[in-house]
């Protein structure tokens, strides 16, 4: 039941901006693996095989230790309320960090958000669709103001406080590349 591509069709990006959630997978050499749900207004797709998203600041920050050592990502989409489908982007991440002159060419993608932590470039290597058949009905009823709250009360500079005192070492003690001392 699962169809493969080698990039994102128009149909692909037309259902990936439909989703109100998409989930973020990522894994080291050894240690856990890594599932994360996103949402808020955070992915852009730049052209058929490359994909940027952005990581607020949350609890941990184990995609971008994970990415330092081992690129593999992988986005998946589901569809919750209309014809099941469920999109799986697989390829290779790079983390974006403000420092890197990157980050000034990607930012401007995005709404502006306090907590805004790395960047996410993804080069595709494959696209599936498979048909989502067993995944239930869920209707979205807006997004949650509560991170975006938390990190506006914190101010720029208490971010980047909570950035090391919380986001420096995954769960396995990986660096994140968020240590103003690396």
């Known amino acids: 039941m ?12 037309e259902f990936m901006q439909q989703q109100h959630l998409f989930f973020v997978a990522t894994a080291a050499a050894e240690g856990y693996v890594n599932i994360s749900p996103k949402g808020m207004d955070t992915l852009r797709v730049v ?7 952005l990581n607020l600041t949350g609890s941990g920050n184990e995609t971008a230790a994970h990415v330092l050592e081992n690129d593999r990502m992988t986005l998946m989409f589901c569809s919750f309320d209309r014809q099941p489908l469920i999109l799986r982007l697989y390829g290779n991440a790079k983390v974006i960090h403000a420092d890197d002159p990157a980050w000034s060419a990607n930012i ?14 993804i080069t595709l290597s494959l696209v599936q669709t498979s048909c989502g058949y067993a995944v239930p009905y869920f209707e979205a009823r807006g ?7 938390w990190a506006d ?4 500079a208490g971010i980047e406080d909570y950035w090391q005192a919380k986001n420096t070492t995954s769960l396995n003690g990986k660096p994140t ?3 103003s001392g690396e």
């Open 177 to 179: 590349g968020m240590d």
């Open 143 to 149: 997004e949650r103001p509560t991170l975006a709250k």
């Open 153 to 156: 009360n914190k101010g720029r």
């Open 47 to 53: 052209d058929t095989q490359k994909v940027i998203w």
């Open 108 to 121: 401007g993608r995005f709404p502006s958000y306090t907590g805004a932590r790395q960047l996410f470039e």
């Open 2 to 13: 699962a169809d493969q591509y080698p990039a994102l069709l128009d149909r692909h990006v």
